[in-house]
């Protein structure tokens, strides 16, 4: 069975484990189980209709006594790409948009109040090719595009608060960025994330194409939580997710693209290892399928030319503070998951385990900024 058949590790379990083993394993793999969310049998029609997974999950808090729950529902969608990569580059945009607006439509159905697409959601990954053209062409305004457009048309529709992320084009000075656009259930642009960390492994040639973000570490406060976005790449720097959470992030979006290759045995360990370090939600997004140029490229290690990136698995999950986290969405289908939390789950993990209460920020602060000095001398004790 070749990598992009192979459906999830979740289902393989599932089929070949006994119930008593099943439910051990879980437990270790996945934390306390994460329930069942039960979602409208019109949404469940229409995922069927139109092809998609449709998987809804529930993270439970206690009750307090002086706060309410406050409950509220995240949609993350994962997609292939509709078109062929050749085909004309406004007709793929379009595509994509009639898929994800489908799709957002059953989100709506399931009452999610937060939406979040994959990384450069309305086009194929191409910075595998190192050719700009005509994959720049794909880069459009974070306030004025088509896209935001489309996407605050849905905000408004369905009063739901829409993480997009685009190639950007800064018009003023062409400058080219990775970009998540926050749009709030009121329709209006909140603000926008630019990934921060751009990748130099494998075929992500992405630094060719785009800058490093220069938006810092935004939290937006959005009427259902606070939230941040850590593009992809991101996920590998516990860092830059601790950033977000010291500017009070409750949930930490991480769109993304990857390849089975390189990085899948990562993948469930790190967003989850973040939700668990920072005391807030998580939510990993990955595209899905095999994306094919008609151009061959190289990958820089004496291997012969090719034409496709290899197979983005998907597996979209969430991680919650606690540790647990939801099964992952299909490593071959189109999908949506919906993940209802209740956030007062931060607070109360971080009162049991205390781990932003007891880090040692300053020190780690004062050690740092000589570390990062160019006649820095590591402390190191010698016989
Ligand atoms: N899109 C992106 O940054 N991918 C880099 C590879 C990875 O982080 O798995």
Redesign the pocket.
Known sequence: MSACEFESLEDCLETHLPQAELTEVKRILFGKETKKLELPACAVEAASEHDFELKGYRFEAAQEQLRPPRRIRVGLIQHRIVLPTDAPILDQINAMHSRVGEMVEVAAMCGVNIVCFQ??WTMP?A?CTREKEPWTQFAESAEEGNTTRFCQELAKKYNMVVVSPILEREELHDTLW?TAVVISNSGNVLGKSR?N???R??D?N?STYYMEGDTGHTVFQTQFGKIAVN??????HPLNWFMYSMNGAEIIFNP????GA??EP??PIEARNAAIANHCFTCAINRVGTEKFKNEFTSGDGKKAHHDFGHFYGSSYVAAPDGSRTPGLSRTRDGLLVVEMDLNLNRQISDKWSFKMTGRYAEYAEELSKAVKQDFKPNIVKE
């Not at 593009?231 to 590998?236: A, D, M, N, V």
């Not at 993304?256 to 390849?259: D, G, L």
């Open positions: 990384e450069t990954f910075f990775n990934k960390h751009i990748p492994i494998g992500f992405e593009i992809c790449y991101g996920r590998h993304s693209a990857t390849v390189l990085s990562m993948w």
